[in-house]
């Protein structure tokens, strides 16, 4: 990516919700199914923090995140588009590493295991910090040079350490930041993989 070279698969990392796992797309789907959101969409979503932008009860916004936390894979959550393929190809040459701001990694582990399968997954590594500031020391503890994720605020704060983020866009980060941005699982692949 510097100078035209491409990004080891050993450099980077990634954050989960919002990146691997599209979990915008579960909360909208938990949210009309289960609650009566008929209107709702995903462009819906302009701020990281939900209850800020939309006219919805926070016991419900609550509730839905709670379910999609303790429950990824009761709840539905699925992987974002390619994602599966493209960490496949990664995990072919060096171990996954994953830092979300989750506060128990069980869940989110169990769903990897089965997105991803065990063979993959064992060579993984998941931090779950329990809070979404802060990453930076663990992504250089793990001895990662580029980091994907959603939150705008979060890759600002990266690359004020020195780490080259790179902004999953979302609708909640578009605007918010003058980042290097990947739309899709395919472009995250273009900057990595021949």
């Known amino acids: 990516m510097q100078n035209g070279k491409k990004i080891h698969p050993g450099q980077i990392g990634f954050d989960i919700d919002g990146v691997v796992a599209d979990t915008g797309g579960a909360f909208v789907r938990i ?3 289960e609650y009566g959101m008929q209107g709702l969409t995903l462009d819906d979503i302009t701020e990281f923090e939900v209850e800020n932008c939309l006219d919805m009860d926070p016991l419900i916004i609550n509730a839905i995140f709670a379910r999609l936390l303790r429950e990824p894979l009761t709840a539905g959550l699925e992987p974002m588009p390619r994602a ?3 960490l496949t ?3 072919a040459l060096a171990p996954l590493t994953f830092v979300t701001a ?3 990694a069980a869940p989110i582990t169990g769903w990897l295991h089965d997105m991803l399968g065990k063979d993959i997954m064992s060579g993984s590594r998941i931090v779950a910090m329990g809070e979404h500031d802060n990453k930076a020391a663990y992504i ?3 001895g990662l040079r580029y980091f994907v994720d959603d939150r705008a605020e979060t890759c ?3 690359e004020q350490e020195g780490i080259v983020p790179l902004v999953y866009s ?3 980060n578009r605007g918010r930041h003058a980042l290097k941005t990947v739309d899709n699982w395919l472009a995250i692949r273009a900057l990595s993989l021949v």
């Open 170 to 172: 979302q609708p909640w």
């Open 102 to 104: 989750r506060p128990d």
């Open 89 to 91: 190809e990664f995990a």
């Open 31 to 33: 949210a009309r199914r």
């Open 84 to 86: 599966v393929e493209v």
């Open 140 to 142: 250089k503890n793990l």
């Open 156 to 158: 600002i704060r990266l």
